[in-house]
């Protein structure tokens, strides 16, 4: 029997593609592998709660939880995991969509068991991305490896002439750190996922993305 598992995409910049890659990843396992799938959005507008509400399935239960924002206040924090709870009791695998602020402390991280990190592979986001990854692990080292937690950097709308520009090399030394397959850029790629999930559309390049 599977364990619950609860993943987050998060990124602190938005426009990486993170509400589409959780949308899809919300589509595949519930449609492909057959899991029940919570999909968690915390971000306002919504996006990939949308996304998979243009395209409903039995297996796929899709959540909006805004989160209100307070200077200097655990609000935020005992919101966010209160959410959490709530939409994951009945799920096998939850998947939260959430741009990351720094109105959320590190520990929120914590409740999960995989972190995906979309980035785009720009020079400038790359090392902010590596700054963001570096920082949470300094300060939550011994909970990260107590809960043998497993982040993912996913490279994403990358251009196939930048393979070669896509290096994290601040990451090498981390051992639950892993760098995915890039996720390459497609021209209106969001028309597409309000027909269906990536991998069920019949086009090949759009599919294999």
Not at 32 to 55: A, F, H, I, R
Not at 131 to 139: D, N, P
Not at 162 to 170: A, D, K, N, R, Y
Request: charged fraction near 20%; proline fraction near 4%.
């Amino acid at each position: 029997m599977l364990d619950k598992i609860k993943v987050l995409i998060t990124n602190q910049k938005g426009g990486v593609g993170k509400s589409t890659i959780s949308a899809n990843l919300a589509g595949f396992l519930a449609i492909e592998k057959n899991y029940k799938v919570s999909l968690l959005d915390y971000d306002k507008q919504g996006t990939s709660s949308v996304l998979v509400s243009k395209n409903p399935h039995p297996n796929i239960q899709p959540y909006k939880s805004g989160l209100s924002y307070q200077q200097n206040s655990n609000y935020t924090l005992l919101e966010a995991k209160a959410a959490l709870r709530r939409y994951s009791a009945h799920a096998e695998i939850t998947i939260a969509d959430l741009t990351w602020t720094f109105g959320l402390p590190y520990d929120f991280m914590l409740e999960f068991d995989v972190l995906i990190i979309p980035s785009s592979n720009s020079q400038v986001e790359i090392a902010s991305t590596e700054i963001f990854i570096l920082e949470y692990i300094q300060r939550q080292m011994i909970k990260i490896k107590q809960k043998r937690q497993i982040i993912l950097v996913a490279p994403s709308r990358v251009d196939r002439n930048q393979l070669s520009e896509i290096q994290f090399p601040g990451l090498g030394f981390l051992e639950n750190c892993f760098i995915c397959p890039p996720i390459f850029r497609i021209s209106q790629i969001n028309n597409a996922v309000l027909n269906d999930f990536w991998f069920r559309i019949d086009n090949n390049i759009i599919s294999e993305n």
